[in-house]
């Protein structure tokens, strides 16, 4: 994997796997030397989603790919077919998203905003052509 590649991963929040058949190696490190290190690419917190028909098929022999990976969401489904329905559902749920932010924005900006015919300037006193007079004294 080249070192691009590696960035992407190491500074994604999300990395969805489709029809990977070796997700763990795609998302770890491994050094097969005398003593054998492996290390996680991704940071902390990244959630992992496959969506792979191999799950289908696969059991406890992995000589085909280096570990079982650990996910955060495991689909055995066939990538091509579901990916359709997996794009809507996120346009979907990024238009409710903008939607509900333009909303809580406009209530915001209603709370904040005095329109200046509302402000309460107290009792009106006329500017012009009259005299303020003084209590008779008495």
Do not use: C
Not at 40 to 67: C, E, H, V
């Amino acid at each position: 994997m080249s070192n691009g590649g590696r960035a992407l991963i190491g500074n994604a929040d999300v990395i969805l796997g489709l029809e990977l058949t070796d997700f763990w190696g795609t998302v770890d490190s491994f050094r097969d030397s005398l003593v054998r290190t492996s290390r996680p690419l991704t940071k902390p917190g990244t959630k992992l989603i496959s969506i792979t028909a191999g799950d289908l098929f696969m059991k406890s022999n992995y000589q085909d790919f280096q570990r079982y990976p650990e996910v955060d969401i495991a689909m055995a489904a066939d990538a091509e077919a579901t990916l359709p329905a997996l794009i809507e559902a996120v346009k979907r749920a990024i238009d409710e998203r903008s939607q509900n932010r333009r909303s809580t924005r406009a209530a915001s900006d209603s709370r904040t905003s005095t329109p200046t015919d509302s402000i309460d300037r107290g009792p009106m006193r006329p500017t012009h052509g009259t005299r303020a007079r003084s209590a008779p004294r008495g």
